[in-house]
């Protein structure tokens, strides 16, 4: 049964907990800011690292109640349960391999769950992690952050309208340059690990992303994939390049670039959509922006909070346009639908149909995205189904 009740202390605001995410952790952070940005959650409990000692310190850091750093996510999800004012929800920010572990602690005991992506490391984990998560109480939010920008939410709305007719063509890619050498830091030590970030490794950590968004604005379904998966850099055991062909049910086609090791390129995320009556662009390093143009007229630059803005786009904007919103204010906007969720859960009342959030199928889909993508290269970039 899901845990309820007010803290009044709090103002009403979710009590929150956290594994993973401890001192030296960039998404950590990044979780914590996005929790508070819309005022929504107070973070009162953590098993913040996999080393009982590194807990404590990044527990103390934070200004955690002594009684409430935990060595590990299993003490804290008994010891939470157990109390009248434990957390009502846990944002897991671990490597990929902890997340099914971890979420089926909380989700057994009725606490909501804010996962990181990936969902998990592979694809069995990932199928019972679904099993679970919907025959549990709690809700279960995955943390796609792309899909909380206002012009993504703009995009998939005018796809929804019809506003580009049947959808044909979906190119996205998402090439980085971080990893062109050798993993000389921890981030990098871990993604480029199978045993804690799965069977890929581009295609895991940046091409869930990419597969993801497109998912997201098109709502198509992915059916069959031919991948060609590379490990550049010498010994790394994942890849770090991944070119890929996709065909959606109902006879749309893709492409997906997904790359670790391309100089030049930070954070390059970028989707284009193209129906029988029109198209669409949008680039991730200037977000506030997408480019529309309907077949035989001009192009036309749709901007965050300019006139003729979609209502998708305005109530997940804060500011006047002008101002830019990015990728803090993506992942708060997930964390706020997410609150949105919870809070009406909590107090019973009905949620408004407008909230929007990546869930555990979301994150299967990505898995199988994963596994396909790994079978086929492993098979000469065959065609394969889904699993």
């Not at 998402?174 to 490794?201: F, I, V």
């Not at 804060?318 to 919103?325: D, L, S, T």
């Not at 959030?357 to 990505?366: A, E, H, I, S």
């Not at 995205?369 to 065959?382: E, I, L």
């Amino acid at each position: 049964m899901a845990i309820t009740g007010r803290n009044e202390d709090l103002g009403g605001r979710i009590r929150l907990g956290m594994v993973g995410g401890g001192n030296d952790a960039f998404i950590g952070g990044v979780h914590r800011i996005a929790s508070r940005i819309d005022d929504k959650y107070t973070l009162v409990a953590g098993a913040l690292s996999s080393t009982p000692e590194k807990a404590q310190a990044s527990g103390k850091a934070l200004g955690l109640d002594p009684d409430r750093i935990y060595d590990n996510y299993t003490l804290m999800a008994s010891a939470e349960a157990a109390r009248e004012d434990g957390i009502e929800a846990v944002s897991i920010v671990t490597p990929n391999h902890v997340h099914y572990a971890a979420a089926i602690e909380f989700l057994r005991r009725g606490i909501h769950v804010i996962c990181d992506k990936p969902l998990t490391s592979n694809i069995e984990d990932a199928k019972k992690l679904v099993a679970e998560a919907e025959k549990s109480d709690a809700l279960f939010i995955l943390t796609h952050n792309y899909t909380g920008y206002p012009m993504i939410r703009q995009a998939r709305e005018i796809v929804t309208k019809g506003m580009l007719g049947a959808i044909r063509v979906v190119q996205v890619e998402y090439p980085q340059d971080w990893l062109s050498g050798p993993a000389d830091n921890k981030q990098g030590e871990w993604r480029t690990d199978p045993a804690r970030a799965g069977a890929g490794g581009s295609t895991g950590d940046i091409g869930t992303h990419a597969f993801n968004l497109a998912s997201f604005v098109t709502d198509l379904e992915l059916e069959s994939l031919a991948a060609d998966l590379q490990s550049f850099v010498d010994g790394r055991p994942v890849d770090d390049n991944a070119h890929v062909m996709m065909r959606f049910k109902g006879g749309a086609r893709g492409m997906l670039w997904s790359s670790q090791v391309a100089p030049g390129n930070e954070n390059a995320l970028r989707l284009r959509v193209y129906g029988e009556n029109g198209g669409l662009e949008w680039f991730q390093e200037d977000p506030n922006y997408l480019w529309y143009t309907p077949l035989g007229e001009p192009k036309r630059l749709l901007t965050r909070a300019g006139s003729g803005a979609i209502d998708a786009a305005a109530r997940v904007t804060r500011i006047p346009g002008g101002h830019p919103e990015g990728y803090l204010e993506g992942f708060a906007n997930i964390y706020t639908e997410a609150a949105n969720a919870i809070m009406a859960r909590r107090d019973g009342t009905d949620l408004d149909p407008a909230v929007i959030y990546p869930t555990v199928r979301d994150g299967l889909k990505g898995v199988q995205f994963v596994d396909a993508c790994v079978r086929s290269s492993a098979a000469n970039a065959a065609w394969v189904q889904l699993d």
